[in-house]
């Protein structure tokens, strides 16, 4: 877990700097000697907390200085205050926040300025430059050069050495504030002919809308911009493209695409990757149950499974990856327990990323974290309820609850990742434990997968249904001892259409992929892989070097 008490006990080199604050948790990476500059491409990925990799870094590099990563991944934010070129930014930034709001631990530069450490997660808080005269905000993406690194034979240097505050609201509204002051400097239809002055004014309104301006605020910006053209444009057409922004859909600059009915039957169309072997493939898959009833346990377990290998409730094989958490009912203190009682201590760095705080139905933002983290597999949203956007009482209820799940299904299905949203049941019990998930049929008609955890207060057993369209309707017998969901009984796995025919094969004897790959006309590497996912399954056996056969299964 990441603490906020630097500069306690540090010495006055980088590498004592590095050392200690790597023992934080904070990720570092090397940068050139005399220099601000990072030595090595992929800086990023690059960047680490491991204290003996430090400690490398710098019996190779001795001379060398070090940055430390600013944003979620490392709970760090710094305002970057400059006094040079006749520029003040103290001046500038004391003009917007108190001086209690930079009583931060706070490192002195070689050019007479100083980095205001806060402690942030927010994803939201990006990079920025020149927020105001003579100040910067390193937040994602960005970096700042570490205390004990030199430029010139000046060093950086702890001035103030206190516990790392966290980020004060004052300084969150002034970076919302510079958004709006930056977007309404702007001239969209500053040289755009007539022809094209809808669409600006509709990708301005966008951009107005991202940074979280209300429409009443937009509007008046917009009719500003609108009533300043040459010759003017008319508030009736600048309103209606403003409204169309505000409604605008992802959907509705998509061309429809026909198949043709013969030709899809002739397509190899590849089976449904699976997370969770038969009960989560990729797409959107939703977990409901009671408050207290274990959704949470076994969401992080399912969570350490796939990022560190192995079985979910003993029996299942995961598929293993990148995993992120949106936990947002939980705290760090609670989460670091759950980890170690799940017996987490294993995971590598990198392999599960949890956040406890996350702006409501931003998938815009969700999309931004997956493309820096390749190899996802899992995504995990702890609770639907935390996620989502209120609903008005005079809403759509069911086209709200349908959008809102359909906003995480396209993020699933445009990356090949399953996103697994915890939700809760209703307390009208029900035949079918379906209907009993809260909302309305809008979060089950979008969902891909459906787990309903039926488990009555404080009782040590449990039935998980499982239903998709890409999964059998099945029920699980499970039980909760301690913190761990196990399956009772024995488990066994249908074949598929295409395990069917391998079994179908194998019955006239034993095979190596090679031929099988022949008769079913596929990749060897393809039909290897499934093979051994066979043999995990105890549906065949492996009876010599490469060579497979059959235990008998029934077809």
Same mark, same amino acid.
């Given at each position: 877990?990441?603490?906020?008490?630097?500069?306690?006990?540090?010495?006055?080199?980088?590498?004592?700097?590095?050392?200690?604050?790597?023992?934080?948790?904070?990720?570092?990476?090397?940068?050139?000697?005399?220099?601000?500059?990072?030595?090595?491409?992929?800086?990023?990925?690059?960047?680490?907390?491991?204290?003996?990799?430090?400690? #490398?870094? =710098?019996?190779?590099?001795?001379?060398?200085?070090?940055?430390? &990563?600013?944003? %979620?991944?490392?709970?760090?934010? !710094? *305002?970057?205050?400059?006094?040079?070129?006749?520029?003040?930014?103290?001046?500038?930034?004391?003009?917007?926040?108190?001086?209690?709001?930079?009583?931060?631990?706070?490192?002195?530069?070689?050019?007479?300025?100083?980095?205001?450490?806060?402690?942030?997660?927010?994803?939201?808080?990006?990079?920025?430059?020149?927020?105001?005269?003579?100040?910067?905000?390193?937040?994602?993406?960005?970096?700042?050069?570490?205390?004990?690194?030199?430029?010139?034979?000046?060093?950086?240097?702890?001035?103030?050495?206190?516990?790392?505050?966290?980020?004060?609201?004052?300084?969150?509204?002034?970076?919302?504030?510079?958004?709006?002051?930056?977007?309404?400097?702007?001239?969209?239809?500053?040289?755009?002919?007539?022809?094209?002055?809808?669409? #600006?004014? =509709?990708?301005?309104?966008?951009?107005?809308?991202?940074?979280? &301006?209300?429409? %009443?605020?937009?509007?008046?910006? !917009? *009719?500003?911009?609108?009533?300043?053209?040459?010759?003017?444009?008319?508030?009736?057409?600048?309103?209606?493209?403003?409204?169309?922004?505000?409604?605008?859909?992802?959907?509705?600059?998509?061309?429809?695409?026909?198949?043709?009915?013969?030709?899809?039957?002739?397509?190899?169309?590849?089976?449904?990757?699976?997370?969770?072997?038969?009960?989560?493939?990729?797409?959107?898959?939703?977990?409901?149950?009671?408050?207290?009833?274990?959704?949470?346990?076994?969401?992080?377990?399912?969570?350490?499974?796939?990022?560190?290998?192995?079985?979910?409730?003993?029996?299942?094989?995961?598929?293993?990856?990148?995993?992120?958490?949106?936990?947002?009912?939980?705290?760090?203190?609670?989460?670091?327990?759950?980890?170690?009682?799940?017996? #987490?201590?294993?995971?590598?760095?990198?392999?599960?990323?949890?956040?406890?705080?996350?702006?409501?139905?931003?998938?815009?933002?969700?999309?931004?974290?997956?493309?820096?983290?390749?190899?996802?597999?899992?995504?995990?949203?702890?609770?639907?309820?935390?996620?989502?956007?209120?609903?008005?009482?005079?809403?759509?209820?069911?086209?709200?609850?349908?959008?809102?799940?359909?906003?995480?299904?396209?993020?699933?299905?445009?990356?090949?990742?399953?996103?697994?949203?915890?939700?809760?049941?209703?307390?009208?019990?029900?035949?079918?434990?379906?209907?009993?998930?809260?909302?309305?049929?809008?979060?089950?008609?979008?969902?891909?997968?459906?787990?309903?955890?039926?488990?009555?207060?404080?009782?040590?057993?449990?039935?998980?249904?499982?239903?998709?369209?890409?999964?059998?309707?099945?029920?699980?017998?499970?039980?909760?001892?301690?913190?761990?969901?196990?399956?009772?009984?024995?488990?066994?796995?249908?074949?598929?259409?295409?395990?069917?025919?391998?079994?179908?094969?194998?019955?006239?004897?034993?095979?190596?992929?090679?031929?099988?790959?022949?008769?079913?006309?596929?990749?060897?590497?393809?039909?290897?892989?499934?093979?051994?996912?066979?043999?995990?399954?105890?549906?065949?056996?492996?009876?010599?070097?490469?060579?497979?056969?059959?235990?008998?299964?029934?077809?």
């Amino acid at each position: 877990m990441l603490s906020n008490n630097l500069g306690a006990g540090t010495g006055d080199t980088a590498l004592e700097h590095a050392i200690f604050h790597a023992k934080q948790g904070k990720k570092i990476f090397r940068l050139k000697t005399n220099s601000k500059e990072p030595a090595e491409s992929g800086w990023q990925q690059k960047a680490t907390s491991d204290e003996q990799t430090v400690k #490398a870094m =710098f019996n190779k590099h001795p001379d060398s200085n070090y940055g430390i &990563l600013t944003g %979620p991944d490392n709970g760090l934010v !710094v *305002l970057d205050i400059d006094e040079k070129n006749d520029v003040s930014g103290s001046a500038s930034i004391i003009k917007h926040i108190s001086d209690a709001d930079l009583d931060t631990y706070t490192v002195s530069t070689p050019s007479d300025g100083r980095h205001c450490y806060y402690v942030s997660f927010d994803p939201s808080l990006k990079n920025r430059t020149a927020m105001l005269p003579g100040v910067d905000f390193r937040g994602r993406g960005g970096y700042i050069v570490g205390p004990g690194s030199k430029i010139n034979g000046k060093a950086y240097k702890v001035i103030t050495d206190k516990p790392v505050m966290q980020l004060p609201q004052s300084i969150v509204q002034l970076i919302a504030q510079k958004k709006v002051v930056q977007l309404a400097a702007q001239s969209p239809l500053a040289g755009v002919n007539q022809g094209g002055r809808d669409d #600006a004014i =509709f990708k301005y309104a966008r951009s107005l809308l991202k940074v979280g &301006l209300s429409h %009443p605020e937009a509007a008046t910006l !917009v *009719l500003t911009k609108a009533g300043n053209c040459i010759p003017p444009f008319p508030e009736e057409q600048a309103l209606k493209c403003l409204n169309s922004a505000w409604n605008y859909k992802a959907d509705n600059i998509l061309s429809p695409k026909a198949v043709d009915g013969a030709a899809l039957l002739a397509m190899e169309i590849p089976e449904p990757e699976w997370v969770v072997e038969s009960i989560l493939p990729v797409g959107l898959g939703l977990l409901a149950g009671k408050p207290k009833a274990g959704k949470s346990w076994m969401s992080l377990s399912l969570a350490v499974r796939v990022a560190s290998g192995g079985y979910l409730f003993d029996t299942h094989p995961v598929s293993s990856g990148v995993v992120t958490v949106l936990a947002l009912e939980d705290t760090r203190h609670r989460l670091k327990s759950r980890l170690l009682d799940l017996g #987490a201590t294993g995971l590598s760095a990198g392999g599960l990323q949890i956040f406890t705080e996350w702006p409501r139905s931003n998938t815009d933002l969700l999309e931004e974290h997956l493309e820096s983290r390749t190899g996802t597999k899992l995504v995990i949203v702890d609770t639907h309820a935390k996620f989502r956007h209120s609903a008005k009482s005079n809403a759509d209820l069911y086209g709200k609850d349908y959008e809102d799940i359909s906003k995480l299904k396209k993020v699933a299905d445009k990356y090949s990742i399953a996103i697994l949203v915890l939700h809760h049941l209703r307390k009208a019990k029900s035949d079918d434990p379906f209907e009993m998930i809260n909302g309305t049929g809008g979060i089950t008609g979008a969902a891909d997968t459906l787990w309903v955890l039926d488990r009555a207060p404080s009782a040590p057993t449990a039935n998980l249904f499982v239903r998709g369209r890409d999964v059998e309707d099945q029920t699980l017998s499970l039980q909760f001892e301690g913190c761990h969901w196990t399956q009772i009984g024995e488990f066994e796995y249908k074949p598929n259409a295409t395990e069917l025919k391998y079994l179908s094969l194998l019955k006239t004897g034993p095979l190596s992929p090679k031929q099988l790959a022949e008769s079913v006309q596929d990749e060897v590497q393809v039909v290897t892989k499934r093979l051994q996912r066979m043999v995990e399954k105890g549906m065949i056996t492996k009876v010599g070097h490469g060579v497979y056969s059959c235990l008998g299964v029934v077809l």
